[in-house]
Each structure stands twice: as structure tokens, then as C-alpha cells.
């Protein structure tokens, strides 16, 4: 006769973090990323020369 196993044995994963508060935390962690990201890009555009052509109304003179 086979053994009789407890609900709480039989259970196929164990108790332990909600997966809820892993997605938020992630979520979150993934939202201070591209923050961090978007800071650097600006960072980085306001870093380079603004070049602007050469007018062709000025006389060549």
C-alpha cells in the first residue's frame, strides 16, 4: 500500500516570497533603470555643440 502524504508535503512549490512583491519590486527596479538612462541621455545631448549652418543671406564680401 502506498504512503500517505500530507497536503502541505505534496504541495509542488514551498512557501516562501508572493510572486506578487517579486513583479512589483522588479518592476520597480526596471523603472530606476530607465530613469537612470534617460538622466545619462540628457546628460550626454546637452554635452554636445550645437552646430548651425552658415547663413546665405550674409553677404560674401
Avoid: H, N
Avoid at 554635452?47 to 549652418?53: F, G, L, M, S
Amino acid at each position: 500500500m502506498p504512503e500517505k502524504t500530507t497536503p502541505e508535503k505534496a504541495r509542488q512549490g514551498r512557501r516562501g516570497v508572493p510572486v506578487l512583491l517579486v513583479l512589483v519590486f522588479g518592476l520597480l527596479l526596471a523603472a530606476v533603470v530607465w530613469w537612470g538612462v534617460e538622466v545619462y541621455g540628457l546628460m550626454l545631448d546637452q554635452q554636445q555643440a550645437i552646430e548651425t549652418p552658415a547663413s546665405r543671406d550674409a553677404p560674401a564680401g
